[in-house]
DNA sequence: ATCATTCTTGCACACGTGTTCACCCTTTTG
DNA sequence: CAAAAGGGTGAACACGTGTGCAAGAATGAT
């Protein structure tokens, strides 16, 4: 049995279609009694109006569409869930779609949007970033960027206030008398990464702390890299006191690589990360971390984008301030309390993988 | 200036929109040479078919909607990855709501798809379950339930094996020698939490363990709420050597806890939890936990549906075997290492409150 | 009674695409 | 040379909904 059109209601009602669409659409125009006999049909014949019949004729789909590297990520997760609640709250809904990062694959699945004839678009970490001022002529729709990772400005982005907020980050570690503060970044290229290492490198200037090369390390932004990265920095002759991490991924990592090595936090080495996950609360030690507001990152890109929809002309680059939190991951430099030329002799890297590595995981 | 239709396009070639229509789509009944002429201007006019129009006569939308309980909780974004990827993978676009476990919003969620005229629709930790069997009789579009945290059976759904692997889990406990077993479970009445709780309680059973009401407390399935749980547990005149966590989340509550009041984990207390996170391989200790496949049963859930989209009969309900996992959060009970009497004295919930709870978090 | 006004309704078209049917033109076959 | 066959194309309708316009009915005013 076919679904209920208006067209079945209006041939059981004894009218045309037209009153129908009208009493089911509160129009005054139609009478009381017919408009209540019309509801009532309607409803017995478990009508469901097609949003897609109406989108063709409105040209409004109350659609938006969100492209996310990948929704398993937490940080993604948290901001598309602000970017929902706030579409929700304007009676939209929301496309979502995974671009694992993949250039190609975001314009593609850009492009299945602008197909479905989405009212907007949020990007989020974008690897194409500016270039869409090119589709833009072609696609009328308005696109919105969150944390935009390709150089240069574009139209319209949300994205958090990098340089200051890794800046302040450092500065905290360098009023706590670190001097030998290490950077573990994200060697993929993001201009996160470029931005924050820019604050890194500003708050030693501005403390005259001489920059330090080897102190700078990658990662890929998740633990395994962080992790890597940190085992790097341990077998230094002089490692670092402090450490700066890209984000809270990354920091996890280096807390492991650093408690497998032997050594505490705070007590030995002090750790910064970015994000402020809801789960960096609960990290051995709890993690002193820059603040990002996910949640309402994602509500202002929906606003943003509201705004344009309406034909209104919001602000086009909006910076979001981030706001350290300090928990108990960071600490004032030990006075030698660490010998780490002992650490050396213990050879980290084999102990570390006798003890913690060994991770019984029987898979079938 | 309005977008390129495909009578645009026939007006610029000086053919029918007919011709187009078939030339765009491949279709072998147009001459060589037109369907050239015709592809090329549609390419300079940048036109872009409407899947809006093309669904209005198709029937089919080629578009899936997810109803998820908060994407920013982990283990749903883990899901919602996988069945992103297989319906990617088959050319379907998803929708994602948040329902945030709240009844009435589910079902508005799954009207307001029912009107976008969706293909499929999966459910993530339905509150709504068999009362979808009533909607079914109106909608006609195939549900699938992940994880139904409903009572009673419905139509099709993927589960995971909750008594089995949680029973699995607790006898693993038994074998390390624990007798004093706890279980902290969700409050929120899942379905999931009834059946762990069976299993733990199976596992007692097999081993002559006596059931004791006390070392059963309850949180939220957040962190927060295991870490009450816990300092509930510890306050106890015996407390547990042991302790089952419902999911990973408050596991990660309950070692806050732990490590709060001064103990070790595992050496004064084992934890188990469930889920596997990809976090709590990074959790200090690295945490014993019963692995849940969600990448894999998300794309489960959706290859069920694109059975049922293809009007095949697949398996009802199927359920998902768990697999534990073995970190380092569990181990050999101890014999005495541990005196909780000492514990005792030192009035732990307050030693806790001085130490760890002090996050120093200045928000404006 | 006539006209103006208001209320109510239906007709017809539009939105963009797909598809059936019939038609024309060319080529092949008898 | 006529007929059949085949390839290529356009006209017309369909999908479900919204809306401008006109027309009819009812009511009120003069």
Redesign the interface.
Known sequence: MK?ASIKDIARLANVSHSTVSRALRQSPLVNTETAEKIQRIATQS?Y??????R??VNCR?N?IG?VVT?????FA??V??GI??EA?AHGY??????SNANPQREVKVV??F????VDGIVVMASRVGALYADMLS???IPIVLLNNQHPSEFGHSVRIANIDASRQAVRHLVQLGHERIGYIGDRSGHVSDSERFSGYRAALDEADIEFQPDLVVHGDGK?EGGLAAMERLLELSQPPTAVFCYNDMTA??A??AI?AGGLRVPDDISIVGFDDL??S??????LTTVHQPK?EMGRLAMQVLLELLTGADPEQNIRVPG?L????STAPRGEGKCDYSSVQKMEPAQKRRGS?FL??????
């Open positions: 679904r478990g469901s109006p097609s949003a897609i019949a989108s063709l789909t659609t969100v990948n929704i398993a990520d937490p997760a948290e598309v869930s929902e609640e929700n809904s929301v496309f979502l779609a995974n492009q299945s602008e197909e479905r004839r072609q696609i009328q633990p996890i990592g807390l492991k408690h809801s789960l609360e609960y990290t051995e030690p709890p949640h706001e939190i300090l928990r108990q913690s991770t019984l995981k029987p898979r079938s």
